[in-house]
């Protein structure tokens, strides 16, 4: 058999880049097949250099919540470039982007534009700590925040003691000021506020988790840590990078009704160009350089090709009521795979939140990192592969979200429908 583009592509790869890959992810481990390499993608779909065609269910990580491509994105990038790429001081998108994401997200009166998710919730755990003068956080078990240095520490199951380095390369010292606790443990936070009394800068965590599978925050959950962090003057940080603008135009905390002291944002708002923001009140805020002493910087930040990039996908998503349109959608992928589920009580959970979703091979609830855990990995991957192989594309890891975009359309979710119950019909007579 002569080896596929893809395989070629990726032995060069894995000669010059680590692992293969610019992102871990991308490199398929454990799933008994090599990734594929994308020629191009347009709206619900990828082909790939073999000419394979896929229907995504990933879209760039969650950026591609109108598809890919849509004209309205491509044409303001175009504008925008013919006008110069990056400036390195004020251009009017970046104001008027400002403007829409407070006026959006409630408890955001001031915002500053960074280049990924990461560099946003780094920068509110800096801000967190310079505006309260302490230097502990907590944040959940399984809950990714990017790979902030302080925020790639995972404690030991129910642990409350302090947290070892998830990641070589973290010093313990710094791993030491991070507490991460049980998600949906009310009582775990807190026994830690009363065992950290005075020291705790922060609590960030996803609102909605949706980096160890999808699950939901008990009902109260976040109201308990607003209260708790009020009670204590720590700061509460909700990481919105996934969930804003994907789940409703104010994101989670619209949802929940909950107010944020920091929210950190990134993935739709950059409509798939590099960017992140973070903000909150003015007071917060307002310790930033250069009015304040917590120093933050960015060279390509607030980039014009970005801002136009994200200003002209927010627009489109509330001009089409595009939350409506993806929660309808939402709704029939779930009603298409759990009608197929019950046919033969084999299992599996389905979770889904609007245009979020994930399976787990599981029939155990799953509302943490543990009770995530359970989910078996050998059916998880012959389920990826399954589906893979006839054009339809899951995220490659049990730990991720499935996202949809306002481009699939019913009949792309009834083929996927089909695809995945045979996937699952044959697992359920495996297992
Ligand atoms: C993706 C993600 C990040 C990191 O964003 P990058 O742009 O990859 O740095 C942070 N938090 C959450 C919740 C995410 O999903």
Redesign the pocket.
Known sequence: MTKSRSSALFSAAQTRIPGGVN?PVRAFRGLGRDPFFIERAEGARLWDVDGHEYIDYVGS??PAILGHAPPVVVAAVQKAATRGISFGIPNPLEVEMAELICAWVPSIEKVRMVN??????MSCIRLARGFTRRDKVIKFEG?????VDSLLVQAGSGSLTHGQPDSAGVPAELARLTIALPFNDIDAVRTAFRENSGQIAAVIL?PIP??AGLYLPRASFLQSLRDECTAAGALLIF?????GFRLARGGAQEIYGVAPDLT?L??VIGGGL?V?AFGGSAQIMNQLSPDGPVYQAGTLSGNPLAMAAGLAQLRELERIDAWQLLDKLGAELQEGICGRMRCFEKPFTFHRLGSMFCLFFTDLPVFDLASAKRSKPALFAEYFRFCLERGVYFAPSQFETGFLSAAHTSADIEKTCAVAGDALARLGRAA
């Open positions: 992102s990580w969650g990924s998710g990461t560099e946003a919730t809950c990714y925040h990017g790979h996803e949706a980096n990481d919105e990078v996934m969930t950190a990134g993935k590099p992140g």
